[in-house]
């Protein structure tokens, strides 16, 4: 069924063309791209009206499920450009399919994940003026799917709109990428066992602003999550995984089901393999984290994901102690593996791995 669904394209006028930012004004999430790709499920119909179309508003009846149960989720991946024109994505349908089983989780519709990632190398390539060539910059992509159908029952909507959107963006962090200073929480906790910190649904983001807010206020980048039962094991920084060089070990903790199995945290595992690195998933506790930092054994610390890429550590507070590590500077493991994905993603390194896909 899935083989015969075709997408219609609708170009925005040349007039009606937003001007593109300046590249460095980008910062992240700012501005969006001239279109959208957008499609709809029910029932009957299945995925249907698959458009690419001028980016536009939709509205919505006040009693849509998602803004009362929050049936939506989404994910964020990226298409990088270089100076001849040449465009990439990363690990496109590795994106998708985690959509997918974020969907299941919350009782939504799968969709066709080739079918998808040969739909969004047409929406990029129809936006290609809007990627970014400068060092650091990129197309960010969002895929979104939320539950529509307007009821107030508590069960799965009936209707759902899935659709993308795009921004050309810079750094995630205003620090970009030297290294930032994260609060360790142990009072808040991101997912419990059994949740769904392990997929990418909006609610998990809504409900770490709280703890981002007070960790903000007190002069703080970001929060270090710590595991929702006994409040002692390192899971997640802010929207990001989190690793640590400890002695000769590269650690970082397992999916065990409460945090988000990130691409760029898989990328990272697998290109620090192939260097030789001995890459831990295990749990690490603060206590050993602090300890390591004590005795002189925490060498490095950074978070990884779609948006903030790779993110120096540079300390870590804890009630009224600081951590500093490595001096407060970019670690030598961080840098080879920001340079080396950097490198893959712009297609400019060999990729062993075959994550590229060539857009256009
Ligand atoms: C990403 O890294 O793509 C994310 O989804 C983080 C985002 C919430 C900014």
Redesign the pocket.
């Known amino acids: 069924m899935w083989e015969d669904l075709e997408v219609t394209v609708e170009k925005s006028p040349e007039a009606a063309r937003k001007a593109k930012p300046a590249p460095d004004t980008l910062g992240?999430?700012k501005y969006f791209t001239d279109h959208m790709f957008m499609m709809v499920w029910n029932k009957e119909l299945g995925w249907h009206d698959i458009k690419i179309k001028p980016y536009q508003q939709f509205t919505l009846d006040p009693a849509a499920m998602v803004f009362h149960y929050g049936q939506a989720i989404?994910?964020?991946?990226?298409a990088y450009r270089e100076e001849d024109g040449q465009m990439f994505l990363f690990r496109p349908k590795d994106n998708f399919e985690r959509m997918n089983r974020s969907a299941a989780r919350l009782c939504m519709p799968r969709f066709p994940v080739d079918k998808m990632a040969q739909w969004l190398k047409a929406f990029v390539y129809l936006e290609r003026d809007w990627v970014p060539t400068a060092p650091g910059s990129s197309l960010?992509i969002?895929p979104t799917m939320i539950g529509v159908t307007p009821a107030l029952g508590v069960k799965p909507a009936a209707e759902y709109y899935f659709y993308i959107i795009a921004s050309p963006v810079g750094a995630?962090y205003a620090e970009g990428f030297n290294p930032t200073r994260i609060y360790v929480s142990d009072e808040q906790a991101r997912a419990a066992k059994g949740g769904v910190g392990n997929v990418?649904v909006s609610g998990n983001?809504a409900a770490s602003l709280y703890t981002e807010e007070v960790a903000k206020k007190a002069g703080y980048t970001q929060v270090l999550w710590l595991d929702a039962c006994e409040h002692r094991f390192c899971e997640e920084v802010?929207?990001?995984n989190i690793f640590f060089v400890v002695g000769d070990e590269l650690i970082t903790p397992p999916l065990d089901g409460t945090i988000l199995p990130?691409i760029?945290r898989d990328s990272v595992i697998k290109l620090a393999e192939s260097w030789g690195v001995q890459v831990k998933q295990r749990q690490i506790s603060i206590d050993e984290v602090f300890a390591a930092s004590k005795n002189g054994q925490l060498q490095e610390a950074f978070a990884t994901?779609?948006?903030?890429v790779i993110s120096p550590v540079g300390e870590l507070a804890f009630k009224d102690d600081v951590y500093p590590i490595n001096n407060g500077k970019v670690g030598e493991l961080a840098q080879r593996l920001y340079n080396e994905l950097q490198a893959i993603q712009h297609g400019r390194a060999a990729d062993p791995f075959k994550w590229v896909v060539r857009v256009g």
Do not use: L, N, V
């Not at 989404?74 to 990226?78: H, N, Q, S, W």
């Not at 994901?305 to 903030?308: C, H, M, P, S, Y």
């Open positions: 992240f999430g989404f994910e964020g991946m990226k960010y969002r995630y990418k983001y802010g929207t990001s990130g760029t994901g779609t948006a903030a």
